[in-house]
C-alpha cells in the first residue's frame, strides 16, 4: 500500500542513467502481470540512446518529458498473440501499472504517457517495430528531480455498499 499510495507520475528527470538492473527489474514486474488465459500479449522496447529518444519525443506534445527521461519503455499490444480486445488492454494496463511500481520500488520516477499514441505509426517506425506491434504507451523514467502531488475522488464517490447509490 505504501508504495501504491506514494507513487506518483514524475515528469523532470536527473541526468543520472538508469542502472541496467533496475531496468531488468521494471521488465521483470510487467511480464509478471496477470493476463487473460495468461496470454502475456505484451512485447517491451526499451529505448536508452539519446538521438532515439529525441527522436521519440518529436511524436508527442509532452516532448519534453521525454527528452528530460534517460530511459523508455515502449509497451506494444502483439496483435499475433491477442484472444480478446478487451481483455488483452486491460492486461497491457495490469503491466504497466506493474511497471511503475516497480520504477517506484527502486527509487525511479516514471510517468505513463498516452498522448503519444495520437502518432503511434511515427513511433512504430522510429523503434522499427511491425505492424503486429500495437503501440500502447510510452513510460518514460529516470531519477525524480521534482516532488509531485496528486488527488482522488473519495471512496464515498466511487463506492457503492450492495447496490448503486447506497453510501458504502
Ligand atoms: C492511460 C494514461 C495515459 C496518460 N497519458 C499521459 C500523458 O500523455 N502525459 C502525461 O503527462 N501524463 C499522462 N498520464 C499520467 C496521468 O496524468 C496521471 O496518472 C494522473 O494525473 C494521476 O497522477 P499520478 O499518476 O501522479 O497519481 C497518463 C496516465 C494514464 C493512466
Known sequence: MDTIRSRRSIRKFGDASVED??????????????????????QFIVVKDGETIEEVAGCTTYGDIVRSANLLIAVFLDRDRM???TKDTMAIGACIQNMLLAAHSVELGAVWLGEILNRRE??????NAPDSLKLMAVIAIGYPVER???TRKALSEIAHLEQYGHPY
Not at 538492473?21 to 505484451?42: H, T, Y
Not at 511515427?122 to 523503434?127: A, D, E, G, P, T
Open 21 to 42: 538492473e533496475k531496468i531488468d527489474i521494471i521488465l521483470d514486474a510487467g511480464r509478471w502481470a496477470p493476463s487473460g488465459m495468461n496470454n502475456q500479449p505484451w
Open 83 to 85: 484472444y480478446d480486445g
Open 122 to 127: 511515427k513511433v512504430n517506425q522510429i523503434l
Open 148 to 150: 509531485a502531488t496528486s
